[in-house]
């Protein structure tokens, strides 16, 4: 994960290694580097200015009260920025409402039917819930039986109805069917498009309307980089979301949406996915994750 961006970082913060002090040159000469290896992974240009402003005025502020050695202090402001920019604290999902509504929203391949799995997996096993997974696609039948084989494999209720091409229609019937079969969290899983387009922003801000969720959570592919960051601006001016879940980060993603989203959007980022099985899903730690960009 982030190997290309790791690698860079080292070698930037190895600037200051063997410098007795933080003097404005070095700081700068290092920046430069961070700035770089920012911009290669894809991380928005205001975003990595940004930054990169924060370190530098911190680490001249605090050099002359720190005993660390000008390398190790610039790793530590690095790391706490970089932590803060992905977002500071662990945000979990509100369960509140009987049952707990979750909406799930995001572009076609974002890798929401496979979430909506983890995420009743991960519920059921460690939160002790009886969830049930709603298929709202109406568009692409393929989608709903895909749900379905998720369901089974995790041994997790699937409501569906195929002929419906009502997708508000589908989301409340399967919210009563829920409440009727004692369910106490409901999953539903929206159609996508292949991009963000005013049909599918209408389709889902409906939905969202008559349902009013607890948890509307945005789906998005981190191998799409700055792409990621754009698509979450479009879904997030029209439902608002609670969080963002960042999925296939166990591919040869270069780490920019995982940097960028929160501050551009100001939505926590709540879960990855890490894989294609069930079991693929981390809940999203800003820090440990700062910890694995810095080595
Ligand atoms: P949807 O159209 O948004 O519902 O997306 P899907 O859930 O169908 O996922 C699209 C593809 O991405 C599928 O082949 C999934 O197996 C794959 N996928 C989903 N999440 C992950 C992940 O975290 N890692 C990897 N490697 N593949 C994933």
């Known amino acids: 994960m982030f190997n290309n961006l790791s690698e860079k970082l080292d070698k930037a913060l190895h600037v200051l290694?063997?410098?007795?002090?933080?003097?404005?040159?070095?700081?700068?000469?290092?920046?430069?580097?961070?700035?770089?290896?920012?911009?290669?992974?894809?991380?928005?240009?205001?975003?990595?200015?940004?930054?990169?402003n924060r370190v530098k005025e911190k680490a001249l502020g605090q050099n002359v009260l720190t005993t660390l050695q000008p390398g190790q202090l610039m790793v530590k402001i690095v790391k706490d920025e970089l932590?803060?920019?992905?977002?500071?604290?662990?945000?979990?999902?509100?369960?509140?409402?009987?049952?707990?509504?979750?909406?799930?929203?995001g572009l076609q391949g974002s890798?929401?039917?496979?979430?909506?799995?983890?995420?009743?997996?991960?519920?059921?096993?460690?939160?002790?819930?009886?969830?049930?997974?709603?298929?709202?696609d109406v568009y692409r039948p393929a989608a709903v039986d895909q749900l379905h084989v998720v369901g089974d494999q995790i041994k997790v209720d699937v409501y569906s109805d195929k002929g419906n091409?009502?997708?508000?229609?589908?989301?409340?019937?399967?919210?009563?069917?829920?409440?009727?079969?004692?369910?106490?969290?409901?999953i539903i899983d929206t159609a996508g498009r292949l991009a963000v387009d005013e049909a599918?922003?209408?389709?889902?801000?409906?939905?969202?309307?008559?349902?009013q969720p607890q948890e509307t959570l945005f789906v998005v592919?981190?191998?799409?980089?700055?792409?990621?960051?754009?698509?979450?601006?479009?879904?997030?001016?029209?439902?608002?979301?609670?969080?963002?879940i960042l999925t296939k980060l166990d591919g040869d993603t270069r780490g920019g949406a995982a940097i960028s989203i929160k501050?551009?959007?100001?939505?926590?980022?709540?879960?990855?996915?890490?894989?294609?099985?069930?079991?693929?899903?981390?809940?999203?730690?800003?820090?440990?994750?700062a910890d694995r960009i810095l080595g």
Do not use: W
Not at 33 to 46: C, S
Not at 85 to 98: A, H, K, P, Q, R
Not at 221 to 244: C, E, P, R, Y
């Open 17 to 52: 290694k063997g410098h007795g002090s933080i003097t404005e040159v070095n700081v700068a000469e290092t920046l430069k580097e961070v700035r770089r290896a920012l911009l290669d992974a894809d991380v928005n240009f205001k975003i990595a200015k940004e930054f990169t």
């Open 83 to 105: 932590t803060e920019l992905m977002g500071g604290d662990v945000e979990g999902i509100n369960m509140s409402g009987t049952p707990t509504i979750i909406l799930m929203s």
């Open 111 to 136: 890798g929401k039917t496979t979430f909506s799995g983890k995420l009743a997996n991960f519920l059921k096993t460690k939160k002790t819930k009886k969830p049930l997974l709603v298929a709202c």
């Open 165 to 186: 091409t009502d997708p508000v229609a589908i989301a409340q019937a399967g919210i009563a069917h829920a409440k009727q079969n004692g369910h106490n969290v409901v």
């Open 200 to 211: 599918m922003m209408k389709e889902i801000s409906n939905i969202h309307k008559a349902i």
């Open 221 to 244: 592919d981190s191998m799409t980089g700055q792409d990621a960051v754009n698509t979450a601006k479009a879904f997030n001016d029209v439902l608002n979301f609670d969080g963002v």
């Open 263 to 289: 501050s551009v959007v100001n939505k926590p980022i709540k879960f990855i996915g890490t894989g294609e099985k069930m079991e693929a899903i981390d809940v999203f730690y800003p820090s440990r994750m």
